[in-house]
């Protein structure tokens, strides 16, 4: 049941968290087949200096094969260094460079990963009935067969390999040994390729399994992915009512701005903007504050409580409010309509200071 509930793929933490644990995508099958391709393509192009030393230990034991008995313990000493010396020569280079392909290999899926929760000891790998449960699973099954599989085709060519080589022995007998040797080596060859073949098959059919289980076993419930939204991103009310206070403070700011503005463009209560120009200190005007509908008219509100000119131009209000904001200048776009709009306020501004003044008088 718990299964079925987890039908989202793993986020990006999910993952991030499962590689610490040393829990990443990998598959043997493809380690193996790469590690023997390379081996079988190093024993080719080794094949004339792995015939030539094999050659010559053959014809060195040829010749104690008649005096077997009488060999003393000195000289089979020597055929013993002989041959594990022909051994190393001609499969040491190969096995060495089979190791490190094999670590590449690993690595370049894991991308090197090294793990240190697999080093720590976990009861539940000693734990019999989580051994009987592996040994069970799915996944145990599809391994047993891939390994009867392997292992009944390596059989089944080793068998017809030799039948067949069998039915020429007589031959080989009477023929030249380099020949015999040779006749040898490419039937062997033949059967190491088949077999690089098939296992390639399998492990292309492998490497798909293995990372459909894979993602397969990371996949999450839907609550699992709102739980992790929570501990990374925090809990979604929290961050409404954080971003709700912030707007507040925002606000409060923008409103605090008003009253130092020097007029406000309406339309006619839809938008509002407020602007500013000292110009001696300022390249263009800036906008203090601006808002739409209930934030529009507390704009207004404001700025007659504060005795703000205000004009109305719908269009100019409209655009400013769209492509300006809070504490920015007017770009130059804006600059004629602008222009005219403070005009109107320094002519207003001096009207009023000229009727002030007269009625002093």
Not at 348 to 359: L, R, V
Request: hydrophobic share 45%; glycine share 4%; aromatic share 8%.
């Amino acid at each position: 049941m718990a299964e079925s509930n987890k039908t989202e793929r793993a986020t990006a933490k999910k993952r991030r968290d499962e590689r610490k644990k040393g829990n990443v995508f990998k598959s043997k099958d493809a380690v193996s087949v790469v590690t023997l391709l390379v081996g079988f393509w190093l024993t080719v192009q080794l094949g004339s200096f792995i015939t030539e030393h094999v050659t010559e230990l053959f014809k060195t034991l040829m010749n104690y094969a008649g005096s077997l008995s009488s060999l003393s313990i000195a000289q089979g000493g020597v055929i013993g260094r002989q041959v594990l010396s022909v051994v190393f020569i001609t499969t040491g280079p190969i096995m060495a460079a089979m190791f490190v392909i094999a670590i590449v290999a690993n690595g370049v899926q894991t991308k090197f990963l090294v793990a240190g929760d697999l080093l720590k000891f976990k009861a539940n790998r000693i734990n019999p009935i989580q051994g009987i449960k592996r040994l069970f699973s799915v996944r145990s099954l599809v391994e047993l067969l891939k390994s009867v599989m392997k292992i009944t085709v390596v059989i089944w060519l080793v068998y017809s390999t030799v039948m067949e080589m069998m039915t020429v022995s007589s031959d080989l007998l009477n023929a030249n040994m380099d020949e015999g040797v040779r006749y040898m080596a490419e039937k062997i060859r033949a059967m190491v390729y088949i077999v690089c073949l098939i296992f390639a098959g399998v492990a292309i059919l492998d490497y798909a399994y293995q990372k459909y289980d894979y993602e397969k076993k990371l996949r999450m419930s839907k609550q699992e992915v709102k739980d992790e939204f929570k501990q990374t991103e925090g809990d979604p009310m929290v961050k409404g009512k954080r971003r709700e206070k912030q707007r507040e403070i925002s606000m409060s700011r923008m409103m605090q701005q008003v009253p130092e503005a020097d007029v406000v463009v309406r339309n006619p209560t839809h938008f509002a903007v407020a602007m500013k120009y000292d110009i001696d200190k300022d390249p263009a005007p800036i906008v203090v504050a601006k808002g739409q509908d209930r934030v529009a008219e507390r704009i207004i509100r404001v700025a007659e409580q504060n005795g703000i000119l205000m004009t109305e131009n719908p269009p100019l209000a409209r655009s400013l409010y769209e492509a300006v904001a809070v504490n920015d200048y007017v770009p130059a776009d804006f600059y004629h309509a602008v222009a005219e709009v403070m005009a109107w306020v320094y002519e207003t501004k001096k009207s009023k200071a000229d009727t002030e003044g007269t009625d002093q008088e």
